[in-house]
């Protein structure tokens, strides 16, 4: 049985940090390229981050550049998405994602974990 679950959200004021972690079970980790989306109240699902399965290469939005570290541990099967410098406008829920594109495309979700900024 494929899980994602995510874990590590929560209240922050703003110019805070947090870390978030997504523990993934089920399926071959290393395998799977894994990126951190978000969805704002109101607004589409946008991708964050992204990072290969070996870890070696990411990517990231444009818009949280420079603030935000994705990263994993396959011995551990766990991605990380570190966040720094946090603003209002990173409130969302974050979900952790799980890809692989073979002979056809793969993927698992997680169920979510809630980020909100404010004083």
């Known amino acids: 049985q494929v899980q994602l679950v995510e874990s590590g959200g929560g209240l922050v004021q703003p110019g805070g940090s947090l870390r978030l972690s997504c523990a993934a079970s089920?399926?071959?980790?290393?395998?799977?390229?894994m990126s951190w989306y978000r969805q704002a109240p109101g607004k589409e699902r946008e991708l964050v981050a992204t990072?290969?399965?070996?870890?070696?290469?990411?990517n990231y939005a444009d818009s949280v550049k420079g603030r935000f570290a994705i990263s994993r541990d396959n011995a551990k099967n766990t991605m990380y998405l570190q966040i720094n410098s946090l603003k209002p406008e990173d409130t969302a829920v974050y979900y952790c994602?799980?890809?692989?594109?073979?002979?056809?495309?793969?993927?698992?979700w997680g169920q979510g974990t809630q980020v909100t900024v404010a004083s």
């Open positions: 990072i290969t399965g070996t870890g070696g290469s990411t």
């Open positions: 994602n799980a890809r692989r594109v073979y002979t056809e495309v793969i993927e698992y």
């Open positions: 089920g399926f071959t980790f290393s395998m799977y390229s």
